[in-house]
C-alpha cells in the first residue's frame, strides 16, 4: 500500500526523525515550529521514545544534549528568539562533540517579530550563532518531502560525525502542507555513532582517529569518560596548554572538511546553458524554479542552483557549475536583507556577477519578484 | 515636576475629576464617585470572547493606574491589546520577551528610582511567561527587592502558541504536548505550587486572586499597589479556547475553581499565610471539571478516569485542609468576595 499523506513541513521534521531512529525529543513552545513538538508528543510514545516539554528553550537543548549522552538519538525544534537562547547550549554540544539535531523554523526577526511570517533570517545565526569557532553542519529543505527526508538525514549525519545538524526551514515550509509519498523516500539502514569498543584501559573519548571522529561512550559500558565544556586533550581533560590545545581544536573545527562527500547536497535545474544563475534555498527556491520556467518560457536563459547542505556551503559545486554553465551573473534572492549573497560572493570570487534579491516584509518571495529582477538584470 | 502636579495632570487627562461636595447640598461625594475615571484597558482590543485574562487585566489597572509602567512578557495579553495601529493601554508600556518581564522592570524600577520618580512598575506575564521561561528573572526580582508588583494571568498552558502544557497546567488536563489518549490522561504532572515558593522569598506580600471575585482581586491589587518592596499576585483566568468551555462561562469557570479548591485564594506576607477567602460548602471538584473539554476525557467509560477525578478532588482537599478554608464567614459568593475578607484571616499562623 502506498503511503500518500498530506504532510505539512513541521509534522514531516517529526516523522522524518522518528524513521532515522530519534526517541528523544525536548522542546518549548514558539510559533512557527510547534507543530514539531506536538507531533513528537504524539507520535514519540507509539514508538516507545520520550518527548518532554521543558520549561524553556535552554533546558529543552540542555537536555537534548543530556539524552544525547546518555545514549540516545536526540532532537529539539524552536524558531529565532528560541535558537538565539539555545546558542550557548549549541556551543557545548559542537565543542563536546555531542550528536544532536535541532530544527529551527525561521520567522521575521530579530526578536518577537513576526512569529507568523516566514522569513531567512537566521541563515548566519544557524552558521556562526554559537560564540567561538565550531563545526556545525545546516541543512535546508524546500518542501514537506525534503524535511522528511532531510530531517532523517540530520539525525544520520549527526550520529556519524559527531556534530549538531540544524534543519533551518522557514515558515513556509514548515506550515507548507504537500502530499508526500512516504514510500518514495528510501529506507536508510539504522546509523548510530561509533561506541567505544576494545580494552578499557586504552580508551579516549577524544582520541585523534583516521576519520577524525573519536568514539563514543556508552553509559554503562564501563568505559571512563570525561566530558567537559573546557578545551579538552584527547583524554577529555582540560587543558591550556597551547600546542594541545590548538590540535583539539584544529580537529574539530576541521574534521567536516574530511567528510564532505558524506553530508554535501545541493540541486541544479537547467544550469547547462544558463546566463543566469539562481541561487536559493527553502521557499525562496521554489519561486525561483517557477522563475526560471517563466524566464525559459521568454528564451532567456536562466538555472537555479539550490543548496541543501547549506553549511558548510557546497563551494566547489557552485564554482563548477558557473564555470561549466559560463554564466555571468549570479542572482541570489533570499528572506532578509543579504545573508546568502555575502556566502555566494565569497565563494565566486568575481568570477561572476552577484547581486543580492532580498524581501524583509514578511510575505515570501514571488516568482514575478525573481523574475522581474532578473530581467531587470539582462535588460 | 512633582508627583503631586503629575497626577492631577494625568487625572485631568483620563476625564472624570475625582467628584467635589454637591453644590447645592454640601453632601460629600461618594467614595466611587471621589475616584478619578480611569479604565485601565481601554475596549476595542482583540481578545477572544469570554477571555478571562483581558478582564483581569482590566481589574487591575483600574485600580493600579494611571501612574504605573508596565513591562509586559510575550503573550496573549500584549497580542490581543495592541493591534496595529491602536493600543488598549494609557500608561507607558512595553513589550520586550517571554522570559524577561521581571528583569526589564527591575531596570525600570532602577532607573526610575534613580531619577527619583515614584511611579509603580508592574510586570505581566502569563503562567508560561511566569511558571517556566521566566521564573528565574522574576525569582531574582524579589530577591533583590525591586519594587515592583508582578501579576501572572494564569491561564494554565501556552494559549498565545497553541495550547501547550506549562508547569501550570492542572494535573489531568489535555493540551497540545500533553494530550489524552491510549498512553495518558492528559497531563501527568502536578500543578507547580508558584506561590509557595514566591512566598519563600519572604517577599512583604503575595497573594492569589480570581476574575470571578473582582473586589477581593482589586482589594489585593491596591494593597500591593501600598507597598514598597516586590509584590506578586496569581490571578486564575479562564481562556475559553485553551479549556474548551463556552465563553459566557468564563466567570462561572473561575467561581467554581475557587469553591472547589483547586484555586484557592490566599494572602501571604513575609512568607507567613495572613488570610484565605473561605469556602462555606465545598463543591465537588466534578462541577468544576465537567465544564471544561479539557477534562472530558474524565468523563468516559476509560477505569482510569474515575482515578483521576479522586486524585483531583484529593488535592482541592489537600487545599482547604491546609489553608484552613473551611473556616466560618460569609460565603464569597454572596458578595462577591468584598465582604469575606479581614485582614486577621482566619486562617492566619494556621499553616
Known amino acids: 500500500m502506498s503511503q500518500r499523506i498530506n504532510l505539512q513541513g513541521n509534522h514531516a521534521c517529526a516523522l522524518g526523525a522518528i524513521r532515522a531512529g530519534c526517541r528523544f525529543f525536548a522542546g518549548y513552545p514558539i510559533t512557527p515550529s510547534s507543530e514539531v513538538a506536538e507531533s513528537m508528543a504524539r507520535e514519540l510514545p507509539k514508538v516507545g521514545g520520550t518527548f518532554i516539554q521543558m520549561e524553556d528553550e535552554i533546558a529543552s537543548m540542555a537536555a537534548v544534549i543530556g539524552a544525547s549522552m546518555g545514549g540516545m538519538k536526540s532532537m529539539t525544534a524552536t524558531s529565532g528568539p528560541g535558537f538565539s537562547l539555545k546558542q550557548e547550549n549549541l556551543g557545548y554540544a559542537c565543542g563536546a562533540e555531542i550528536p544532536c539535531v535541532i530544527v529551527n523554523v525561521m520567522r521575521g526577526g530579530p526578536s518577537t517579530g513576526m512569529p507568523t511570517r516566514p522569513s531567512q533570517g537566521d541563515i548566519m545565526q544557524a552558521r556562526w550563532g554559537t560564540h567561538g569557532d565550531h563545526p556545525i553542519i545546516v541543512l535546508a529543505p524546500a518542501s514537506a518531502a525534503e524535511a522528511f527526508s532531510e530531517t532523517s538525514r540530520a539525525v544520520e549525519l549527526s550520529e556519524q560525525l559527531r556534530v549538531p545538524v540544524v534543519v533551518l526551514l522557514d515558515e513556509a515550509i514548515g506550515h507548507l502542507v504537500e502530499t508526500v509519498d512516504l514510500d518514495a523516500i528510501p529506507e536508510t539502514p539504522e546509523v548510530w555513532r561509533k561506541w567505544a569498543e576494545g580494552p578499557k584501559q586504552d580508551y579516549e573519548p577524544y582520541a585523534v582517529t583516521d576519520d577524525m571522529v573519536p568514539p563514543m561512550s556508552r553509559p554503562g559500558d564501563g568505559y571512563r569518560t570525561h566530558t567537559t565544556g573546557l578545551t579538552h586533550a584527547p583524554n577529555g581533560f582540560p587543558t591550556q596548554n597551547p600546542a594541545i590545545a590548538e590540535a583539539a581544536l584544529t580537529r574539530t573545527t576541521t574534521k567536516l572538511d574530511l567528510h564532505r562527500e558524506r553530508y554535501e547536497s545541493w540541486r541544479v535545474r537547467q544550469c547547462d546553458d544558463a546566463d543566469l544563475l539562481i541561487v536559493a534555498i527553502g521557499i525562496s527556491a521554489r519561486a525561483a524554479q517557477a522563475a526560471v520556467d517563466d ?39 533570499e528572506m532578509n536583507q543579504g545573508q546568502l549573497v555575502l556566502e555566494v560572493e565569497r565563494v565566486l570570487k568575481g568570477s561572476a556577477g552577484t547581486v543580492g534579491l532580498g524581501r524583509i516584509d514578511g510575505e515570501a518571495i514571488t516568482p514575478d519578484q525573481i523574475a522581474g529582477k532578473a530581467r531587470e538584470i539582462l535588460g | 515636576m512633582s508627583d503631586e502636579t503629575r ?37 476595542g482590543h482583540r481578545a477572544c470572547q469570554g477571555c478571562g485574562e483581558a478582564l483581569a487585566a482590566r481589574l487591575v489597572m483600574e485600580c493600579a493606574g494611571p501612574d504605573v509602567m508596565v513591562a509586559n512578557a510575550t503573550g496573549c495579553l500584549e497580542v490581543f491589546t495592541t493591534a496595529w495601529p491602536e493600543s488598549a493601554w494609557r500608561v507607558p508600556w512595553a513589550h520586550s520577551l517571554f522570559e524577561n518581564a521581571a528583569a526589564v522592570a527591575s531596570g525600570m524600577e532602577a532607573a526610575m528610582k534613580a531619577r527619583g520618580r515614584n511611579t509603580k512598575v508592574l510586570a505581566f506575564g502569563g503562567d508560561g511567561g511566569t511558571y517556566d521561561i521566566g521564573f528565574q528573572a522574576l525569582s531574582g526580582m524579589l530577591e533583590r527587592y525591586h519594587n515592583v508588583l508582578y501579576v501572572c494571568y494564569d491561564n494554565e498552558a501556552y494559549m498565545n502558541t497553541g495550547i501547550q502544557r506549562s508547569s501550570s ?60 518592596g516586590p509584590t506578586f499576585l496569581v490571578v486564575h483566568s479562564p481562556c475559553p479556547l485553551g479549556w474548551r468551555h463556552e465563553s459566557r462561562l468564563t466567570i462561572n469557570v473561575a467561581r467554581r475553581a475557587v469553591e472547589c479548591g483547586l484555586f484557592p485564594l490566599v494572602e501571604l506576607e513575609r512568607g507567613s499565610l495572613t488570610n484565605v477567602m473561605p469556602i462555606r460548602d465545598q463543591r465537588p471538584v466534578t462541577d468544576y471539571l465537567q465544564l471544561q473539554g479539557r477534562f472530558a476525557h474524565l468523563f468516559g467509560d476509560d477505569p482510569r478516569a474515575q482515578q483521576k477525578r479522586d486524585h483531583l478532588q484529593a488535592l482541592a482537599d489537600y487545599n482547604v485542609q491546609v489553608y484552613g478554608l473551611t473556616g466560618a464567614g460569609p460565603d464569597p459568593a454572596d458578595t462577591g468576595g468584598a465582604a469575606a475578607v479581614g485582614r486577621s484571616g482566619v486562617a492566619a499562623g494556621r499553616r
Open chain 2, 7 to 43: 497626577l492631577t495632570e494625568l487625572r485631568q487627562k483620563f476625564g472624570r475629576q475625582p467628584a467635589a461636595p454637591d453644590e447645592t447640598t454640601g453632601a460629600e461625594p461618594t467614595p466611587r464617585e471621589a475616584q478619578p475615571r480611569f479604565r485601565g484597558l481601554e475596549s
Open chain 2, 169 to 228: 497546567t492542572p494535573h489531568a488536563a489535555t493540551t497540545t504536548t500533553s494530550p489524552a489518549g491510549r498512553e495518558r490522561m492528559g497531563k501527568r504532572h502536578l500543578k507547580k505550587d508558584l506561590l509557595s515558593i514566591i512566598a519563600a522569598h519572604h517577599i512583604p506580600y503575595a497573594a492569589s486572586a480570581s476574575v470571578a471575585f473582582p473586589q477581593d482581586l482589586q482589594r489585593k491589587v491596591r494593597y500591593a499597589m501600598g507597598i514598597d
Open chain 1, 295 to 333: 524566464l525559459r518560457a521568454d528564451g532567456v536563459k536562466a538555472g537555479l542552483f539550490r543548496p541543501v547542505t547549506l553549511w558548510p556551503f557546497p563551494e566547489e559545486a557552485l564554482r563548477e557549475v558557473v564555470a561549466s554553465s559560463g554564466a555571468k551573473t549570479v542572482l541570489v534572492p
